[in-house]
Every structure is written in C-alpha cells, then in structure tokens.
C-alpha cells in the first residue's frame, strides 16, 4: 500500500520510479496497484535480503525508501527467526548496499509506533521511552539503531519515520494480520458484522496512505532531516468503537457486535496512542489532510471499483 502509494506520487511528481518487491503472498506485494503506471517505473521482482538484487536497486537512485516488512506483530511472536531475518538482516543488506554502491543516496526507513510499547503519555513524542512489548517492535527499533550507526560512522543520509496505524487503498486485503482499519472494510463489504472487544473505547492515530506517503516525500526532501527520527501520523486520537462505526456508516446494512474479550485470544495492549507530530510538521512543513471518515470513505470507494483485484480466494480470509 504505501510503497505503490508513494510510486504513484513520485511518477506524478515527475520523478523516475525505480521499485524491488519480493512479491511474497503474504504481504501486499500486488502488480494491480502499479497498472496505472506501468510504463513510467522500472521494477525489480526481488527480496531486501539478496544483496546482489539490493546493489542493482540502489544504484543511481537519489533517494531510496525501505518500506519492504513482515508486517505483522502477531506473526513476529509466533515466527521470531523469520521476522529478524527480514525485518533486520533485510534492512542491514539495503544500508551495505547504500554504503557500498550509493553512499550519496538518502534512505528513508519505514519504522513503526510499536517501538514505544506501552504508552506513558499523549500525545507520545519521538523522546518516549521505546519499551517494546512485540518481536516486531523490538527489530523495528533495532533497525532505527541500524541507521543511525550508518548515519553516524559513514556518513550515510539516513531518516527513519514512526508510523502510527496506515490504511488506505491498494492494502493487500487477504487476511486480518495487519491493518484493522482495511480488514473491518473487508468484513463489512463481504456483508460480515464488525466486531468490538471490550468497551472499544482504546485511542488509536489512524493515517491515510496518500498522507503517510506525502510525509516519507517531505522527510526525504528536506535536508534537515538527515539522522532524524520522526513520528507520522495524523496527530488525531480516535476511539476504535468510532472508527468501526465509521466503517459501518460508509457501508450500509453492517452489522456491529459488542462482546467480552475471549480469554484466548492473543492481543497486544499498548495503551492509548496518539503521535505528536510537531517535529516532522515543524522540519519539513506536512501537515495530513484527510481526516478519518474521508479516508474510509475514499477507501470504500476504491475497493467497491476494484474488489475483484483484492478479492482472491484466500486461505487466510474469514469465512461465513
């Protein structure tokens, strides 16, 4: 989703396209999301983890952006060997590539919320303590460290962004391991019932990918951004019983369920989130545009035109 979105954005821009997508059925990798396009980008079919891929992708380019991921903290507990050889090894190949064949290049690495684990306030600005409670968030900060290291003893123009909760069009919509806002879109298009845990009232900062993707644009062209860590999001708090009324609402006839929390269902609490957004809005000048019930909006609209394209049948996908 966001690496399309920023192709897109870059190609309307003008900017020569170059991307490497591993293509792994699990993850978002979809060929749909870059028809519009096709002619103006170069792609590569490749994995982070080849370094012989990583030094044909990098080489040229003024800008690269790391957005490649196992996305999901769930599956990053339950396969923790699997995470930390993509969600490191993986970004420390792309960071030798850079030193190596590029080292005039800028790199943007796409780190996450989960590395402050649980929140002790809000707004959470870029200083909170980062006390990881997820594998995921854990090689997330690791990576951050990564660049900084890479920033620090070669000279390599690094930036990384904190991004809150994405969702938008062009998200894979296979299964629900990632990305709570396009799954609800799923169960209410199919005609299945939302369902909240609990009270729902837990806050949560949902941005929208043309937003995240204009932020990554903005903290790659400013030159004061180099070694800099920043959060991107929308800066709003959203109770997650909001957000699945908003889904509801945007898609007529959708049911809601209010149930207890099942005493098996794995989940990780960090509290209340909501980004600080100060530091990225003060450096580069963004500022997100699309408030919440627009971009559901806009979403729905777009998998409505396009649902056979994300569709498939799916092992992952919940059934009636």
């Known amino acids: 989703m966001l690496g399309s979105t920023l192709a897109h954005l870059a190609v309307k821009y003008g900017a020569k396209v170059r991307i490497i997508d591993a293509m792994l059925p699990l993850y978002g990798g979809n060929l749909f999301n870059l028809e519009p396009i096709a002619r103006e980008i170069e792609f590569i079919e490749g994995d982070i983890r080849d370094a012989l891929k990583m030094k044909e992708a ?41 030193r190596q064949f590029n080292p005039e290049t800028k790199v943007v690495f796409s780190s996450s919320r989960f590395v402050y684990g649980l929140t002790q306030y809000n707004p959470v600005d870029e200083d909170h303590p980062t006390n990881c409670i997820s594998i995921y968030g854990i090689h997330k900060l690791n990576v951050e460290k990564y660049f900084k290291f ?89 109770p997650f019983r909001e957000m699945v009324m908003n889904v509801a609402e945007c898609v007529p006839h959708t049911e809601i369920h209010e149930v207890p929390w099942p005493k098996d269902r794995y989940f990780v609490e960090t509290g209340d989130f909501v980004s600080d957004i100060t530091r990225i809005q003060d450096a580069t000048g963004w500022v997100p545009e699309v408030n ?29």
């Open 58 to 98: 990098v080489k040229g380019v003024d800008y690269v952006f790391d957005l490649a991921a196992q996305v999901s903290y769930v599956h990053s507990n339950r396969d923790p060997l699997l995470d930390l050889d993509i969600n490191c090894r993986g970004h420390l190949i792309v960071l030798e590539a850079c």
């Open 150 to 238: 890479y920033s620090e003893a070669f000279n390599l123009d690094t930036t990384c962004v904190r991004i809150a909760n994405p969702y938008g069009p062009r998200q894979q919509m296979k299964h629900n391991a990632y990305g709570i806002v396009n799954w609800f879109i799923r169960l209410a298009m199919d005609g299945q019932p939302l369902t909240i845990y609990g009270d729902g009232k837990q806050i949560r900062d949902y941005v929208f990918a043309e937003d995240t993707a204009k932020g990554i644009l903005a903290v790659a062209l400013s030159p004061a951004t180099r070694g800099k860590v920043y959060n991107l999001g929308s800066g709003i708090g959203t």
């Open 292 to 320: 919440l019930r627009a971009g559901i909006e806009k979403t729905v609209a777009f998998y409505c035109e396009h649902k056979r394209q994300y569709w498939e049948p799916s092992q992952f996908a919940l059934r009636r």
